[in-house]
C-alpha cells in the first residue's frame, strides 16, 4: 500500500478498492430507499405498472413480510461475489493493486440510531460514500439509512492510509428522519406519481428539518476541479460544506438535476477532452468549460444484454448501468462483457477495452466504476478546465 493520491477518473490505476458482495441477503423498502431509486421507480421501468415495487399497504398483494424487507434471492448474491472476484483478477492482471473491505458479519441483521432502525447492506457500491480528494479521504453523509455505517467496513484500509500520511474527515452524519428529506425532485419530477412512502413522511421527535446528504458519487474529479450534481436540498448543503472545506484547493462546479443521485450514471470523465455520457443532452447542463470536450454516446443498450428476473425481484438501477465503466489508464477501459455495441463503440475512439462479466448489475444497483473506489492514481492536481 503506497500514499493515497487520487485525484481523478483516469489517470493510471495503482490501487483500488473493490466492494463485497458477502451476506447480502434483503433490501428493505422505506422512504430513504424509495427516493434514492426514485428515477428508475418512475422512468427506467416502464414495462412494468405505474407502482413498480409492492405498495406497503398492499399487504395481500405484495410478497414482502410487514417490515418492508424484499429477499434477494442467493444465488444472485452468489454469482455477484463471482462477478466480484473476476473484477478484481481483471484489474491484478493490469497491475493494480486491489484492497477489500470487511465482510458484513451473518448476525449483524440491522443498524440502529435514536431515530430508526434498517437492515444493513454490505460494502458493495464503495464508490458513493467516500471521495478521495487528493491526499484525504472524506466520507460522505449517506443517502439510504441501511448504508449509515457502511463506510466502517473500509475502516481497516483507511487506517492503512491514514498512517502513510492521508488526511481523513468524515462529513457531519445527518440524523435522517422523514423531515431530512427535500421530497421535490420525486414529486415534480415523477412519470407515474411518487411511491407511496414518499407521499407520506412520518413526523419524528428527532426531526431538525432538511440535512445535509449527498453521496460521493454525486462528483466527478477532475484534477482541481470537481463537478457536482445538485438535485435537492440536501444535495445542496452537502455541496456548501465541500465548497468550505475544500477552498482553496478544489474548485466546484454545481450542475443541477442531471440525475436523481449520481452523476456517474450519466457522464464520466475517460480522459482529458473525453466525456463518456448517457445522452447528447448531457451536454447543456455541464460546466461552459466541459461543453467542448468530445462526447462518447454510447448505443441504447439492448434487452437481451440482461438476465431475465422474476416480478417479485427489485430492479434497481436502468438499462444504462453499462456506461457506468472503470478507466485504468486515460486509454483502458473495463467494460461489461455483455455490451459488445459499447465496446466497439469505445474502440472507435481509440480505447482498449478489457471486457469483464457482471451479470446483476440491474439488481444491485452499480457498475463497475460504483463497485470501485480508486485510492492510489499517478495523476495530481492539474488544471484541465481554463
Same mark, same amino acid.
Given at each position: 500500500m503506497t500514499t493515497l493520491n487520487s485525484f481523478d477518473e483516469w489517470s493510471p490505476l495503482r490501487e483500488?478498492?473493490?466492494?463485497?458482495?458477502?451476506?447480502?441477503?434483503?433490501?428493505?423498502?422505506?422512504?430513504?430507499?424509495?427516493?434514492?431509486?426514485?428515477?428508475?421507480?418512475?422512468?427506467?421501468?416502464?414495462?412494468?405498472?405505474?407502482?413498480?415495487y409492492p405498495r406497503l399497504t398492499a399487504r395481500g398483494r405484495s410478497a414482502s413480510p410487514p417490515t418492508?424487507?424484499?429477499?434477494?434471492?442467493?444465488?444472485?448474491?452468489?454469482?455477484?461475489?463471482?462477478?466480484?472476484?473476476?473484477?478484481?483478477e481483471a484489474l491484478t492482471a493490469l497491475g493494480v493493486t486491489?484492497?477489500?473491505?470487511?465482510?458484513v458479519d451473518a448476525s449483524t441483521a440491522?443498524? +440502529?440510531?435514536?431515530?430508526?432502525?434498517?437492515?444493513?447492506?454490505?460494502?458493495?457500491?464503495?464508490?458513493?460514500?467516500?471521495?478521495?480528494? #487528493?491526499?484525504?479521504?472524506?466520507?460522505?453523509?449517506?443517502m439510504i439509512r441501511s448504508r449509515y455505517f457502511e463506510t466502517q467496513f473500509l475502516k481497516p484500509v483507511f487506517?492503512?492510509? /491514514?498512517?502513510?500520511g492521508?488526511?481523513?474527515?468524515?462529513?457531519?452524519?445527518?440524523l435522517m428522519t422523514d423531515s431530512s428529506f427535500d421530497l421535490s425532485y420525486a414529486r415534480v419530477s415523477t412519470v407515474g406519481g411518487p411511491t407511496e412512502p414518499i407521499a407520506d413522511p412520518q413526523p419524528s421527535c428527532y426531526d431538525v428539518g432538511t440535512e445535509m446528504m449527498i453521496d460521493a458519487a454525486q462528483i466527478l474529479r477532475l484534477g482541481r476541479d470537481m463537478v457536482v450534481n445538485v438535485s435537492t436540498a440536501h444535495h445542496s448543503l452537502g455541496c456548501d460544506w465541500?465548497?468550505?472545506?475544500?477552498?482553496?484547493?478544489?474548485?466546484?462546479?454545481?450542475?443541477?438535476?442531471?440525475?436523481?443521485?449520481?452523476?456517474?450514471?450519466?457522464?464520466?470523465?475517460l480522459r482529458p477532452g473525453t466525456l463518456l455520457v448517457r445522452s447528447p443532452a448531457v451536454r447543456d447542463k455541464l460546466p461552459e468549460a466541459l461543453r467542448s470536450w468530445d462526447l462518447i454516446t454510447p448505443p441504447a443498450p439492448e434487452g437481451?444484454?440482461?438476465?431475465?428476473?422474476?416480478?417479485?425481484?427489485?430492479?434497481?438501477?436502468?438499462? /444504462?448501468?453499462?456506461?457506468?465503466?472503470?478507466?485504468?489508464?486515460?486509454?483502458?477501459?473495463?467494460?461489461?462483457?455483455?455490451?459488445?455495441?459499447?465496446? +466497439?463503440?469505445?474502440?472507435?475512439?481509440?480505447?482498449?477495452?478489457?471486457?469483464?462479466?457482471?451479470?446483476?448489475? +440491474?439488481?444491485?444497483?452499480? #457498475?463497475?466504476?460504483? /463497485?470501485?473506489?480508486?485510492?492510489?492514481?499517478? #495523476?495530481?492536481?492539474?488544471d484541465y478546465l481554463s
Open positions: 483500488v478498492v473493490v466492494g463485497s458482495a458477502t451476506n447480502y441477503t434483503s433490501h428493505q423498502r422505506e422512504l430513504s430507499f424509495d427516493l434514492f431509486f426514485h428515477d428508475n421507480i418512475a422512468g427506467d421501468n416502464s414495462t412494468r405498472s405505474e407502482w413498480y418492508g424487507t424484499v429477499a434477494i434471492k442467493q444465488r444472485y448474491v452468489e454469482e455477484l461475489a463471482e462477478d466480484l472476484n473476476g473484477i478484481e486491489v484492497l477489500r473491505p470487511m465482510d440491522e443498524v +440502529r440510531t435514536p431515530a430508526w432502525s434498517a437492515s444493513v447492506v454490505p460494502p458493495l457500491n464503495v464508490r458513493d460514500n467516500t471521495l478521495i480528494a #487528493g491526499d484525504e479521504i472524506i466520507e460522505t453523509p449517506p487506517q492503512r492510509y /491514514f498512517e502513510r492521508a488526511r481523513w474527515t468524515v462529513m457531519p452524519r445527518p465541500l465548497e468550505r472545506h475544500l477552498a482553496g484547493r478544489f474548485r466546484i462546479h454545481r450542475v443541477h438535476r442531471l440525475s436523481d443521485s449520481h452523476i456517474d450514471s450519466m457522464v464520466l470523465a437481451d444484454h440482461f438476465p431475465s428476473y422474476d416480478d417479485s425481484d427489485l430492479v434497481l438501477a436502468s438499462p /444504462f448501468i453499462d456506461l457506468n465503466v472503470l478507466s485504468v489508464t486515460p486509454d483502458t477501459v473495463l467494460v461489461n462483457d455483455a455490451c459488445p455495441e459499447l465496446m +466497439r463503440t469505445l474502440e472507435k475512439h481509440a480505447f482498449t477495452v478489457v471486457p469483464v462479466r457482471h451479470r446483476h448489475r +440491474r439488481l444491485f444497483g452499480g #457498475g463497475f466504476h460504483c /463497485f470501485t473506489l480508486d485510492t492510489v492514481r499517478e #495523476g495530481g492536481a492539474e
